[in-house]
Each structure stands twice: as structure tokens, then as C-alpha cells.
Nanobody, 123 residues
Framework: QVQLVESGGGLVQAGGSLRLSCAASGRTFSTYHKGWFRQAPGKEREFVAA????????AYEDSVKGRFTVSRDNAKNTVYLSMNSLKPEDTAVYYC????????????????WGQGTQVSVSS
């Protein structure tokens, strides 16, 4: 049983940076893969990034590769999404997720979800 709470969203100008945090309850959080998805108005939930349970393997959606970095701090039971060079197209509600399936790019395979945090990038 894992509960996730995102924070760190807000309004930023294009080219700026934000770091999202996802704080988890439960001492077994380190055994789960962690992912980030986003959902823009009128669109489906989209895979953004993920990191495996050990922190060694990561994956990114092509449009964010090189700009976003997913990481985690096991001591704090927290996963992060560092976002640089933000673009208006990055505007969305960002959700963190936890699960044990390797099919990271499919939203349906993730077991636990946070409530989301809004990221708005102005031009």
C-alpha cells in the first residue's frame, strides 16, 4: 500500500525550470518503480519519465529527453522530476506513479497514483 503526494508545480516562463517532488508513504516504496505522467487539457495521460526500483535504469518520452531528469531519494521516500528548458507544450497536470510492472509507458499498468500538480509554462 503506497500513497503519493506531488508538489512543486506552478507557473514558470518558457526556458525556466521546476523540480517536482512526489512524497510517498510506506517503507517499501524503494521496491517500486517510479514514474511521471502528464495530462494536458483535452488530452490523454502521457508518459513522461520513469526510474526503476534500484535507480539505475531510466526512460524518457522523446520530447523531454535531455531536458527532464527523474531521480529518487530513498532516505526521503521521494521521487523527483527536474524540468529544465520548459516549453509551453509542457503545460499539464503532472502525476507521479508507483508500480512493479516493467511496461512503464502504459499508464494502466501503474498501481498507485498521486493527485497531480499543475505545471503551467507561459510564452
Amino acid at each position: 500500500q503506497v500513497q503519493l503526494v506531488e508538489s512543486g508545480g506552478g507557473l514558470v516562463q518558457a526556458g525556466g525550470s521546476l523540480r517536482l517532488s512526489c512524497a510517498a508513504s510506506g517503507r517499501t516504496f524503494s521496491t517500486y518503480h517510479k514514474g511521471w505522467f502528464r495530462q494536458a487539457p483535452g488530452k490523454e495521460r502521457e508518459f513522461v519519465a520513469a526510474i526503476n526500483w534500484s535507480g539505475i535504469t531510466t526512460a524518457y518520452e522523446d520530447s523531454v529527453k535531455g531536458r527532464f531528469t527523474v531521480s529518487r531519494d530513498n532516505a526521503k521516500n521521494t521521487v523527483y522530476l527536474s524540468m529544465n528548458s520548459l516549453k509551453p507544450e509542457d503545460t499539464a497536470v503532472y502525476y507521479c506513479a508507483a508500480g512493479r510492472s516493467p511496461a512503464w509507458r502504459t499508464a494502466a499498468v501503474w498501481t498507485y497514483w498521486g493527485q497531480g500538480t499543475q505545471v503551467s509554462v507561459s510564452s
